[in-house]
């Protein structure tokens, strides 16, 4: 998604923008951008995981009819079932996982644990119920 205006003005018609896509394994495309009324958008094939770099080009005319061309480089870390929820156990490979449950219930137990959290302003109360409901879901 990107905008382009100037001076706050939309420059909608006068334009055209184009994401030059480079994708991980680094193999390159270039992706049209469409103006959809308010800015410009493109879907992005993010066939493989890792870090996208997306270079915008956009190509026009200003309110008064001069040439421009304008860049911008962004990126888009993309990651096999990215839409999951995270888990709430660490894989740590062959050695087992760490279940985040139990850890942050068993640091909402902790005495010095809480005594930091009422320092900072903070109810350790709450802290747990908030845990413990995340965790029941």
Avoid: K
């Amino acid at each position: 998604m990107a905008t382009l205006t100037a001076s706050g003005v939309p420059l909608a018609a006068s334009a055209r923008l184009d994401a030059r896509v480079t994708a991980p394994n680094g193999s390159f495309s270039v992706v049209p951008m469409q103006f959809d009324q308010e800015r410009y958008t493109a879907s992005i094939p993010t066939t493989i995981s890792g870090v996208y770099e997306i270079h915008v080009v956009a190509q026009g005319s200003d309110l008064h009819g001069a040439a421009f061309t304008r860049e911008e480089v962004r990126c888009l870390a993309v990651w096999a079932r990215g839409d999951d929820p995270p888990p709430l156990t660490i894989d740590r490979g062959s050695g087992g996982g760490i279940n985040l449950c139990d850890l942050l219930l068993c640091l909402t137990d902790q005495r010095s644990v809480r005594a930091a959290l009422e320092r900072h302003g903070v109810d350790p109360s709450e802290v747990e119920e908030c845990v413990t409901r995340a965790c029941q879901r």
